[in-house]
């Protein structure tokens, strides 16, 4: 069974602090690349957990020396606003990056929210086939372990498109591998990916009787 070389091949490329370029997020990386045109130095990165915002978040920092604002949906309208004002002072961007979109970020500060509003939105989409699979290679090319190319195939066009998911899953194939002393290949992917799904159905369905 061929195996994918490692570390990631040009198509599914490491960029920066080791986040993926795919057609997926391009968008994203390019606005982040044009901090120079944002509109008042500023912009907000929008994006689910395990996105890539803090690997993102870094590079921006390392290219503009630009200030970041992490999670900033659970920072207060007076430090978001000080730290606004300051950076204009200062001449230099300001990046604020949340899992939230900026209307449930509960701002009740009006200068603020036209702030908010006037700055460059920058949202990471769902991933692509590429990304689900060149961050499953990264994963294991961390660890120094190869993902065969069916496994990879197999989980890109079952699973959910979701980040963590494809976090979870990889953490999951890695301990089933290391369990029965095998290596990272078909039969490793589907009984992770079934254990995986059977597992989040199960949550889910507790989740919605303790809701009643």
Not at 105 to 120: F, H, V
Request: charged share 20%; glycine share 6%.
């Amino acid at each position: 069974m061929s195996q994918i070389a490692l570390p990631l091949e040009p198509a599914s490329h490491a960029d920066g602090e080791g986040y993926i370029v795919t057609p997926a997020n391009l968008y994203a990386h390019q606005q982040l690349s044009d901090w120079t045109n944002w509109p008042h130095g500023t912009a907000i990165l929008i994006g689910p957990a395990a996105s890539g915002k803090s690997s993102m978040a870094a590079q921006f920092v390392e290219a503009s020396s630009g200030h970041v604002l992490e999670d900033a949906d659970t920072i207060c309208d007076d430090d978001i606003f000080h730290l606004w004002n300051r950076i204009q002072h200062d001449k230099k961007p300001l990046l604020l990056t949340s899992s939230k979109p900026v209307s449930r970020w509960n701002i009740i500060l009006p200068d603020l929210q036209s702030r908010l509003a006037s700055s460059l939105l920058i949202e990471i989409p769902v991933p692509d086939q590429e990304m689900i699979e060149g961050l499953f290679q990264k994963y294991f090319s961390i660890r120094g372990l190869a993902v065969s190319g069916d496994a990879l195939s197999y989980l890109g066009k079952r699973m959910d498109r979701s980040y963590l998911d494809i976090q979870n899953l990889a953490q999951k194939m890695d301990a089933l591998a290391i369990e029965r002393q095998k290596s990272i290949t078909l039969p490793i992917a589907r009984e992770s990916y079934e254990q995986y799904t059977a597992q989040t159905n199960e949550q889910g369905n507790k989740n919605a009787v303790e809701k009643r």
